[in-house]
């Protein structure tokens, strides 16, 4: 069964100190869908997830998937700082975290994407970062906190030279070395909380140093110093060793003049000469006569050329071996600077270039290939992982540099394992760091663990520098902690590529020792595959050091299923699986079936117990074969246990079992809307008892009603991991419907229920509801909620058709009142209910549009009037609108054709939401949305929105699965806009209206905003505090679907010969019916004998007196006019003027301009009600029950007036005046 487990990150802080990673089924239920998690220690936040083939999440929902997996306050955001595409065809996107737009420094992550899919995540995101958000001194006043922190004494912006040096730099008149704040968000590691700072680059000249300072925004502290140049250790005596003879490119300048400048390399490679000076601004170029450079003289301008060439090999190293276009992969220009300062036994990386100190009297210049491959290192992590240069990070900082520099020197010459040998003395030995006084074990012998040297950066990448070592070349021998290893090398370009892609995809800028292994390990497994040597080399390379584990080859074979026993078959089986390292698989069913489908579906179609076998084969990796015995069970035994369906619904009507979510005893899944159904046959009601629950609070949820359909009673909306009404919920009607909805986002555990149904033992006790009882629409949905287990029923809607269905549809065509009777049955008996005048139909009457005609092929133009807007049609059915209005010119035309007309009345507009932004709030430039529910169809015209700007805003509306259903640009102003949308949004639940950078209010927010009948705004789209915020759209304007009449044809006649006038009549005295029947037919003129007329091809005429009348038809066609004269005689016409005076029967008010009401008095033997107009067309026809004495009735549909009620049944009838008047 389904375990109660929350995905709520709060999950993590139980877990402690236990493992920090988690596979297969375990990773899925802390992170749905993932099949790698891993957990900082510390945060106790995912810091690592990769999710399951076919489970990645789509790239464009990252943002918010983000927001709701962390819990991200608001102001939070992410920032991309860059992207790169590998040889694997994954593109990795580094990005920062902000808080209000504000950098956070420690909150970087890489997102790892393939064909737009997530397919795995790292790095940390702090949420209550978000706090940090006050400041209480300026930024002059943080500035000066900043210099008395580094106390120079003279600063590189107080220096002419220096200030002309970087704008010719950066090429920008206006850059400087003044340093300018920006601000950012750091963590205080004394009181462990995040601070809003100010960050300066400080750059002093004397005594030199270069640091990013942060200031404390608040008091002044000084929180962090991020030292940005990275240099080597300084030294004491050592012998002088070169490259010898290479070949370099130089810049010609002149036919005798050579300087050491190339363009051919990215952006160039430039080296420059400083004269033992100190400002970069005073640096000339290196020349020569011939561009055979071997200025060997007193200044030892020979080593310019080591430097010159060490970059060149550095930049042609990272392309030809890693794809890179310098350190930025941009073309980055690489420029050194040669002779720096006197006796400056130091080279390092100042954040934009390379600088070389001459050394001393024992020591020489320090140019070795070795070292400048290491310098520039420093800026490819810079713009990279921007490693901390603080402890372990800075630690690594300096490993990788030691790495790539050595990695460089194996490149361009012979290399070695030493750094700095060349200067005559060894800095560092990655073959044996211990010889140098460096560490080779984590946390083990020469390990430093003080403040000095940023942390001991320098001592302690040892340990990472013999990591690489053994990775690459191989070892053996016992670490510090008595581990005994044993590594097979894999060369150093194998290594290399491990390590670089691990730096360059995966670490930021807080990665730690731990992290560099993790990584090292997936980009081996990425490069070389699963149970490679480079994988195990990285393993136990690892493990010599004291990082880790030794290496532990093999396949491992596992899978599960959400279902194991069913009670019937045929039973559809969804394997999961969760084997590690395999490449092909092979499943056997245990009932003669098998597949090679990585997760298959099996269909089993007999009872039984079936064993089920998984053998996976792993390549190299070897294989694994796991068979779990009678794992599948069909036994009628068996509870029944069903899914919830994964799309659509489903029906359930046994008695007992067991219900799940759709995902079964996994998660449910993203972006589902599905109903389920429990109806057993004959039951009385049915209880659902539930031992687990969890859905996302606020996005996700479950509703339940009491009957078969959404249209019963609403139970209850349940999301959160309460059981719904305490465990137990209960549908009296015998049935008992479950619909889910969950958005795309994060998912929970869901749910399990097991089900019990009453069969009822007494007659059924009928019940039913309607959509809409006053429709001008004509068409009402009927839902059954008769208790104790009907099995049939039978509808009567009033207007003589019946229908046997459970839950009809029936359409209306004529306006009235109409009592609707249903009658329920079980095998115990039946009960009847009926509502009287329960469904009013009010359509809008047709309009008035007589037929037109012509004489050979042309355009003609169609008349119609009504008391609405005139929509014209080509059919019946078409939903395309030809024109609007009452005239409407057809095309040219060469034989005749029929149109169709309808009158449609616009529904009045109301307000709802928010009316104005009143109350606390600012403008946002970030996505968000309201949440509502439509109870029926709504057209949404316009909404109120504030910007601080004027321009163009996206407005986006999507249905409860985040499908985009409609979207709008607007134009704003700044200040207040009224926008029209004209959106029309179906009945349903959970619609999103988005935007951004609108005003916004946090606080004074009142949940809901509802409008009865029409829309309830539920809350907002926030991940933390979702009622504590309104988004963006105010005062909406919104009106129902507008009021539509039937539709009229009216013909467009085209003749080629003149009409034969024909018609005939049916006598209903005092009512005649009339229809032209001419040849050639054409525009119709009737005139009825009694000083009436008409212009319609089938009118309908009432006689108010007795009579013989000469009824004449004139018909013109365009080609000619012909005429028909019958007779018709009408006796029943006697009294009809004052019938009103004469008839017991009594209508008031009359006149009237609305409701009206008719008092049978003793004439209750009437079965049918008519109204007619003056000119005898039939508006409103209805059955009524003999046992009503009156009937109330309204006239808002009638145009002012005379008409003509007929009280009617099969052997007599009456008619009674009524005097309709204009509404006031």
Same mark, same amino acid.
């Given at each position: 069964?389904?375990?109660?487990?929350?995905?709520?990150?709060?999950?993590?802080?139980?877990?402690?100190?236990?493992?920090?990673?988690?596979?297969?089924?375990?990773?899925?239920?802390?992170?749905?869908?993932?099949?790698?998690?891993?957990?900082?220690?510390?945060?106790?936040?995912?810091?690592?997830?990769?999710?399951?083939?076919?489970?990645?999440?789509?790239?464009?929902?990252?943002?918010?998937?983000?927001?709701?997996?962390?819990?991200?306050?608001?102001?939070?955001?992410?920032?991309e700082?860059?992207?790169?595409?590998?040889?694997?065809?994954f593109?990795?996107? %580094?990005?920062?975290?902000?808080?209000?737009?504000?950098?956070?420094?420690?909150?970087?992550f890489?997102?790892?994407?393939?064909?737009?899919?997530?397919?795995?995540?790292?790095?940390?995101?702090?949420?209550?970062?978000?706090?940090a958000t006050?400041?209480?001194?300026?930024?002059?006043?943080?500035?000066?906190?900043?210099?008395n922190?580094?106390?120079?004494?003279?600063?590189?912006?107080? #220096?002419?030279?220096?200030?002309?040096?970087?704008?010719?730099?950066?090429?920008?008149?206006?850059?400087?070395?003044?340093p300018?704040?920006?601000?950012?968000?750091?963590?205080n590691?004394?009181?462990?909380?995040?601070?809003?700072?100010?960050?300066?680059?400080?750059?002093?000249?004397?005594?030199?140093s270069?640091?990013?300072?942060?200031?404390?925004?608040?008091?002044?502290?000084?929180?962090?110093?991020?030292?940005?140049?990275?240099?080597?250790?300084? @030294?004491?005596?050592?012998?002088?060793?070169?490259?010898?003879?290479?070949?370099?490119?130089?810049?010609?300048?002149?036919?005798?003049?050579?300087?050491?400048?190339?363009?051919? %390399?990215?952006?160039?490679?430039?080296?420059?000469?400083?004269?033992?000076?100190?400002?970069?601004?005073?640096a000339?170029?290196?020349?020569d !006569?011939?561009?055979?450079?071997?200025?060997?003289?007193?200044?030892?301008?020979?080593?310019?050329?080591?430097?010159?060439?060490?970059?060149?090999?550095?930049?042609?190293?990272?392309?030809n071996?890693?794809?890179r276009?310098?350190?930025?992969?941009?073309?980055?220009?690489?420029?050194?600077?040669?002779?720096?300062?006197?006796?400056?036994v130091?080279?390092?990386?100042?954040?934009?270039?390379?600088t070389?100190?001459?050394?001393?009297?024992?020591?020489?210049?320090?140019?070795?290939?070795?070292?400048?491959?290491?310098?520039?290192?420093?800026?490819?992590?810079?713009?990279t992982?921007?490693?901390?240069?603080?402890?372990?990070?800075g630690?690594?900082?300096?490993?990788?540099?030691?790495?790539?520099?050595?990695?460089?020197?194996?490149?361009?010459?012979?290399?070695n394992?030493?750094?700095?040998? $060349?200067?005559?003395?060894?800095? %560092?030995?990655m073959?044996?760091?211990k010889?140098m006084?460096?560490?080779?074990?984590?946390?083990?012998?020469?390990?430093?663990?003080?403040?000095?040297?940023?942390?001991?950066?320098?001592?302690?990448?040892?340990?990472?520098?013999?990591?690489?070592?053994?990775?690459?070349?191989?070892?053996?021998?016992?670490?510090?902690?008595?581990?005994?290893f044993?590594?097979?090398?894999?060369?150093?370009?194998?290594?290399?590529?491990?390590?670089? %892609?691990?730096?360059?995809?995966? #670490?930021?800028?807080?990665?730690?020792?731990?992290?560099?292994?993790?990584? !090292?390990?997936?980009s081996?497994?990425?490069?070389?595959?699963?149970c490679?040597?480079?994988?195990?080399?990285?393993?136990?390379?690892?493990y010599?050091?004291?990082?880790?584990?030794?290496?532990?080859?093999?396949?491992?074979?596992?899978f +599960?299923?959400?279902?194991?026993?069913?009670?019937?078959?045929?039973?559809?089986?969804?394997?999961?699986?969760?084997?590690?390292?395999?490449?092909?698989?092979?499943?056997?069913?245990?009932?003669?079936?098998?597949?090679?489908?990585?997760?298959p579906?099996?269909?089993?179609?007999?009872?039984?117990?079936?064993?089920?076998?998984?053998i996976?084969?792993?390549?190299?990796?070897?294989?694994?074969?796991?068979?779990?015995s009678?794992? @599948?069970?069909?036994?009628s035994?068996?509870?029944?246990?069903v899914?919830?369906?994964?799309?659509?619904?489903?029906?359930? +009507?046994?008695?007992?079992?067991?219900?799940y979510?759709?995902?079964?005893?996994?998660?449910?899944?993203?972006?589902t809307?599905?109903?389920?159904?429990?109806?057993?046959?004959?039951?009385?009601? *049915?209880?659902?008892?539930?031992?687990?629950?969890?859905?996302?609070?606020?996005?996700?949820?479950?509703?339940?009603?009491?009957?078969t359909?959404?249209?019963?009673?609403?139970?209850?909306?349940?999301?959160?991991?309460?059981?719904?009404?305490?465990?137990?919920?209960?549908?009296n009607?015998?049935?008992?419907?479950?619909?889910?909805?969950?958005?795309?986002?994060?998912?929970?555990?869901?749910?399990?229920?097991?089900?019990?149904?009453?069969?009822?033992?007494?007659?059924?006790?009928?019940?039913?509801?309607?959509?809409?009882?006053?429709?001008?629409?004509?068409? @009402?949905?009927?839902?059954?909620?008769s208790?104790?287990?009907?099995?049939?029923?039978?509808?009567?809607?009033?207007?003589?058709?019946?229908?046997?269905?459970?839950?009809?549809?029936?359409?209306?065509?004529?306006?009235?009142?109409y009592?609707?009777? #249903?009658?329920?049955?079980?095998?115990?008996g039946?009960?009847?209910?009926?509502?009287?005048?329960y469904?009013?139909?009010?359509?809008?009457?047709?309009?008035?549009?007589?037929?037109?005609?012509?004489?050979?092929?042309?355009?003609?133009?169609?008349?119609?009037?009504?008391n609405?807007?005139?929509?014209?049609?080509?059919?019946?059915?078409?939903?395309?609108?030809?024109?609007?209005?009452?005239?409407?010119?057809?095309?040219?035309?060469?034989?005749?054709?029929s149109?169709?007309?309808e009158?449609?009345?616009?529904?009045?507009?109301?307000?709802?939401?928010?009316?104005?932004?009143?109350?606390?709030g600012?403008?946002?430039?970030?996505?968000?949305?309201l949440?509502? $529910?439509?109870?029926?169809?709504?057209?949404?015209?316009?909404?109120?929105?504030?910007?601080?700007?004027?321009?163009?805003?996206?407005?986006?509306?999507?249905?409860?699965?985040?499908?985009?259903?409609?979207?709008?640009?607007?134009?704003?102003?700044?200040?207040?806009?009224?926008v029209?949308?004209?959106?029309?949004i179906?009945?349903?639940?959970?619609?999103?209206l988005?935007?951004?950078?609108?005003?916004?209010?946090?606080a004074?927010?009142?949940?809901?905003?509802?409008?009865?009948?029409?829309?309830?705004?539920?809350?907002?789209?926030?991940?933390?505090?979702?009622?504590?915020y309104?988004?963006?759209?105010?005062d909406?304007? *919104?009106?129902?679907?507008?009021?539509?009449?039937?539709?009229?044809?009216?013909?467009?006649?085209?003749?080629?010969a003149?009409? +034969?006038?024909?018609?005939?009549?049916?006598?209903n005295?005092?009512?005649?019916d009339?229809?032209?029947?001419?040849?050639?037919?054409?525009?119709?003129s009737?005139?009825?004998?009694?000083?009436?007329?008409?212009?319609?091809?089938?009118?309908?005429? #009432?006689?108010?007196q007795?009579?013989t009348?000469?009824?004449?038809?004139?018909?013109?066609?365009?080609?000619?006019?012909?005429?028909?004269?019958?007779?018709?005689?009408?006796g029943?016409?006697?009294?009809?003027?004052?019938?009103?005076?004469?008839?017991?029967?009594?209508?008031?008010?009359n006149?009237?301009?609305?409701?009206?009401t008719?008092d049978?008095?003793d004439?209750?033997?009437?079965?049918?009600?008519?109204?007619?107009?003056?000119m005898?067309?039939?508006? @409103?026809?209805?059955q009524?029950?003999?046992?009503?004495?009156?009937?109330n009735?309204?006239?808002?549909?009638?145009?002012?007036?005379?008409?003509?009620?007929?009280?009617?049944?099969?052997?007599?009838?009456? $008619?009674?005046?009524?005097?309709?008047?204009?509404?006031?």
């Open positions: 069964m389904k375990q109660l487990l929350l995905l709520s990150l709060s999950i993590f802080l139980w877990m402690g100190l236990i493992a920090q990673e988690y596979y297969g089924i375990e990773a899925d239920k802390l992170i749905s869908g993932a099949s790698n998690v891993r957990i900082d220690q510390k945060s106790k936040l995912p810091t690592y997830i990769e999710f399951r083939q076919g489970k990645e999440i789509e790239f464009s929902i990252l943002d918010t998937w983000l927001k709701r997996i962390y819990k991200m306050p608001e102001n939070c955001a992410f920032v700082m860059n992207r790169q595409t590998d040889q694997l065809g593109t990795h996107i %580094r990005y920062r975290q902000t808080v209000n737009n504000v950098m956070v420094r420690d909150a970087m890489m997102a790892h994407i393939k064909n737009n899919k997530v397919h795995s995540i790292n790095g940390l995101l702090i949420p209550n970062a978000a706090s006050t400041k209480s001194i300026t930024e002059a006043q943080a500035l000066q906190f900043a210099l922190k580094v106390n120079a004494k003279v600063y590189k912006w107080e #220096l002419p030279e220096e200030e002309a040096w970087i704008k010719s730099y950066k090429e920008d008149p206006k850059a400087t070395f003044y300018k704040a920006e601000m950012s968000v750091i963590k590691k004394k009181s462990n909380q995040y601070r809003l700072t100010y960050k300066f680059d400080i750059y002093a000249h004397k005594p030199m270069r640091a990013d300072i942060y200031v404390d925004a608040q008091n002044g502290d000084i929180l962090f110093v991020n030292d940005k140049i990275h240099h080597t250790d300084s @030294i004491g005596t050592a012998n002088t060793k070169y490259s010898g003879v290479k070949t370099i490119t130089a810049d010609y300048v002149s036919p005798n003049s050579f300087r050491l400048r190339e363009s051919g %390399r990215g952006n160039g490679i430039e080296t420059y000469d400083m004269n033992n000076g100190t400002s970069y601004g005073s000339v170029d290196f020349t !006569s011939n561009n055979v450079w071997n200025n060997y003289n007193a200044n030892k301008d020979e080593v310019a050329t080591d430097a010159h060439w060490g970059m060149e090999m550095t930049y042609d190293y990272y392309l071996k890693h794809n276009n310098s350190i930025d992969g941009n073309g980055f220009a690489l420029k050194g600077y040669v002779h720096y300062d006197n006796n400056y130091n080279a390092y990386w100042n954040g934009q270039v390379m070389f100190g001459d050394g001393n009297s024992s020591v020489d210049p320090l140019v070795p290939i070795d070292i400048v491959g290491h310098e520039i290192t420093h800026g490819l992590t810079s713009n992982a921007d490693l901390d240069y603080q402890d372990e990070s630690a690594m900082n300096e490993a990788y540099s030691d790495i790539f520099g050595t990695a460089i020197e194996h490149y361009g010459k012979t290399g394992w030493t750094m700095g040998e $060349d200067i005559n003395f060894i800095i %560092r030995n073959a044996d760091p010889s006084g460096d560490p080779d074990t984590y946390l083990g012998t020469n390990y430093y663990l003080g403040s000095a040297d940023n942390g001991g950066v320098h001592t302690n990448s040892g340990v990472l520098n013999y990591w690489f070592y053994l990775t690459s070349e191989g070892g053996t021998g016992v670490n510090d902690n008595l581990d005994t044993n590594v097979v090398g894999v060369g150093i370009d194998t290594a290399a590529a491990i390590a670089f %892609r691990t730096l360059t995809v995966y #670490l930021t800028n807080t990665s730690q020792y731990a992290d560099a292994r993790f990584y !090292s390990i997936k081996a497994i990425e490069l070389y595959g699963p490679s040597s480079p994988v195990e080399a990285v393993t136990n390379a690892f010599a050091v004291g990082i880790g584990g030794k290496y532990v080859d093999g396949v491992h074979a596992d +599960t299923t959400a279902i194991t026993e069913y009670c019937a078959p045929p039973a559809s089986v969804e394997f999961v699986n969760l084997s590690s390292n395999g490449i092909n698989y092979q499943w056997l069913f245990g009932d003669g079936g098998n597949s090679t489908q990585y997760q579906t099996h269909t089993y179609n007999n009872y039984g117990s079936y064993n089920v076998t998984l996976v084969d792993g390549g190299s990796c070897g294989s694994d074969t796991l068979t779990k009678e794992y @599948i069970s069909i036994d035994q068996n509870p029944c246990i899914n919830m369906p994964s799309t659509g619904s489903s029906t359930i +009507t046994s008695c007992t079992g067991y219900l979510d759709e995902g079964g005893n996994g998660n449910y899944s993203n972006g809307n599905v109903k389920t159904t429990i109806a057993p046959v004959g039951a009385s009601s *049915v209880s659902l008892t539930f031992t687990s629950f969890g859905y996302e609070s606020g996005y996700d949820y479950l509703k339940i009603y009491d009957g359909s959404t249209s019963a009673p609403l139970i209850g909306t349940y999301d959160g991991s309460q059981l719904p009404n305490g465990g137990t919920v209960t549908a009607s015998g049935a008992i419907t479950l619909q889910q909805f969950t958005d795309n986002m994060i998912t929970d555990i869901g749910f399990v229920a097991s089900w019990q149904c009453v069969v009822a033992t007494v007659p059924p006790v009928s019940s039913f509801t309607a959509d809409d009882t006053v429709s001008c629409v004509g068409l @009402i949905n009927f839902t059954d909620n208790t104790n287990g009907p099995t049939s029923w039978l509808w009567e809607f009033g207007d003589g058709t019946t229908s046997t269905q459970k839950n009809p549809s029936h359409t209306y065509t004529s306006n009235g009142y009592d609707v009777k #249903l009658t329920a049955t079980n095998a115990y039946n009960n009847t209910i009926v509502k009287s005048a469904i009013h139909i009010n359509k809008p009457l047709a309009p008035y549009a007589p037929n037109k005609a012509r004489c050979n092929s042309g355009s003609m133009q169609l008349h119609a009037s009504a609405g807007l005139v929509k014209w049609y080509s059919s019946a059915t078409s939903q395309t609108v030809l024109d609007t209005g009452m005239t409407f010119t057809t095309p040219n035309l060469s034989q005749s054709t149109y169709w007309v009158n449609e009345i616009a529904s009045p507009m109301v307000n709802a939401g928010k009316a104005t932004k009143a109350g606390p600012s403008y946002l430039n970030a996505q968000q949305s949440i509502f $529910d439509v109870y029926k169809t709504l057209i949404l015209d316009s909404v109120t929105v504030y910007a601080s700007s004027a321009g163009s805003r996206i407005i986006t509306l999507r249905n409860s699965a985040g499908t985009v259903i409609a979207t709008k640009t607007v134009n704003v102003i700044a200040g207040e806009t009224q029209y949308l004209g959106f029309t179906p009945a349903g639940t959970d619609y999103s988005g935007g951004k950078n609108m005003f916004r209010n946090n004074g927010v009142n949940y809901p905003y509802t409008m009865s009948g029409y829309l309830s705004i539920k809350r907002s789209s926030a991940s933390s505090n979702p009622l504590g309104y988004y963006y759209f105010y909406w304007k *919104v009106r129902k679907a507008p009021c539509v009449s039937n539709r009229v044809e009216v013909h467009a006649y085209i003749n080629n003149a009409p +034969t006038a024909d018609f005939i009549l049916t006598n005295d005092p009512y005649v009339f229809s032209d029947m001419s040849t050639n037919p054409g525009a119709s009737w005139d009825f004998g009694d000083g009436q007329g008409s212009t319609l091809g089938q009118p309908t005429h #009432l006689y108010l007795n009579g009348y000469s009824v004449t038809l004139t018909v013109n066609n365009g080609c000619g006019t012909d005429s028909k004269t019958k007779s018709v005689t009408i029943s016409a006697t009294g009809i003027d004052n019938a009103s005076e004469k008839s017991t029967i009594k209508v008031y008010p006149p009237t301009s609305g409701k009206f008719i049978l008095g004439h209750l033997n009437y079965t049918m009600i008519s109204v007619y107009d003056f005898g067309k039939l508006l @409103i026809q209805k009524i029950d003999s046992t009503f004495k009156t009937i009735m309204n006239a808002n549909q009638l145009s002012s007036g005379m008409y003509f009620i007929r009280l009617s049944n099969d052997n007599q009838f009456e $008619d009674i005046k009524l005097m309709v008047t204009p509404n006031k």
